[in-house]
C-alpha cells in the first residue's frame, strides 16, 4: 500500500478556506485516494474519495492531478466544529478488501 | 450511510482478565474487518484483518494468542483481549467494508479499554 506524507499540523480561522495537501508518490494504477477525519475519541469518518482530477460532495473538495502523485483536500470556509484529524489514505478501489494505513495524519486547529 | 456499531463504547477492567469487544455492520454484510489500535495522539495501527469463516490475519508485531478475533457471521466480529495488562490500555476501532462493493470503509464508535 502506497505511502503517505502530510503536514502534522494546520492552523486556520473560522470562515476561511482550508486546503490540505498529501503526497503519494508510489500511488499505484489503480489506487484511490481517500479522506478520513476523526474527532477525538471517536473513529473515523468518512468525508471524500476519488481517482483523478476533482470530486466535489455536501463537505468537501478533493484536487488530484493528473500525475496522482498528491491530492489536496479543500475545506470550503471552516468552522470550529471541524477542528479534527484528517487523514489521507491510499488504496486500491473496487477490489480492494478495505485494508487502510494509517499517516500521521494533519490535526487541523481552527480558531475563531 | 452504511453504520458500524462497536459495543461497548469503554470499559474498565482489572489487570489479568479478558475483555471482549464486538464490531457489527447494521444495514449491510461484511466478509471482512479490521481491528485498530490507537494510543493518545498517535494515528490509528491496523492490528489484524478478520475474515468471514476463517482464521483472522495479524499485522507484524501484533500477537495472535492475546488478541482473539473472531468473525462468526457476516455482520460480526468480536475483538478479546486476554490476560490484559494495563500496556494494553488503548482505544480500539474495528472498521468494516461492504460485502457487496468495496467504496468505503466504514468505521465504529470505538471502544475506550482502560486496564487497571
Known amino acids: 500500500l502506497a505511502k503517505t506524507t502530510q503536514p502534522i499540523s494546520m492552523d486556520s480561522y473560522e470562515g476561511q478556506e482550508v486546503n490540505i495537501t498529501c503526497s503519494h508518490n508510489n500511488i499505484a494504477t489503480n489506487d484511490y485516494i481517500t479522506w478520513y477525519q476523526q474527532f477525538p475519541s471517536q473513529g473515523p469518518r468518512f468525508i471524500i474519495q476519488g481517482y483523478k482530477t476533482k470530486v466535489t460532495n455536501e463537505v468537501a473538495s478533493l484536487f488530484i492531478p493528473a500525475d496522482r502523485k498528491s491530492s489536496t483536500l479543500s475545506l470550503p470556509r471552516v468552522s470550529l466544529s471541524d477542528t479534527a484529524v484528517y487523514y489521507c489514505l491510499v488504496g486500491v478501489g473496487s477490489s480492494n478488501t478495505g485494508k487502510l494505513i494509517f499517516g500521521q495524519g494533519t490535526t487541523l486547529q481552527v480558531k475563531p | 450511510g452504511a453504520v458500524v456499531s462497536q459495543h461497548p463504547s469503554w470499559v474498565i477492567c482489572k489487570s489479568g482478565t479478558s475483555v471482549k469487544i464486538e464490531c457489527r455492520s447494521l444495514d449491510f454484510q461484511a466478509t471482512t474487518m479490521f481491528w485498530y489500535r490507537q494510543f493518545p495522539k498517535q494515528s490509528l495501527m491496523l492490528m489484524a484483518t478478520s475474515n468471514e469463516g476463517s482464521k483472522a490475519t495479524y499485522e507484524q508485531g501484533v500477537e495472535k494468542d492475546k488478541f482473539l478475533i473472531n468473525h462468526a457471521s457476516l455482520t460480526l466480529s468480536t475483538l478479546t483481549v486476554t490476560s490484559a495488562h494495563p500496556e494494553d490500555s488503548s482505544f480500539y476501532i474495528c472498521?468494516?467494508?461492504?460485502?457487496?462493493?468495496?467504496?468505503?470503509?466504514?468505521f465504529g464508535q470505538g471502544t475506550r479499554l482502560t486496564v487497571v
Open positions: 472498521s468494516a467494508v461492504n460485502s457487496g462493493g468495496y467504496t468505503e470503509a466504514f
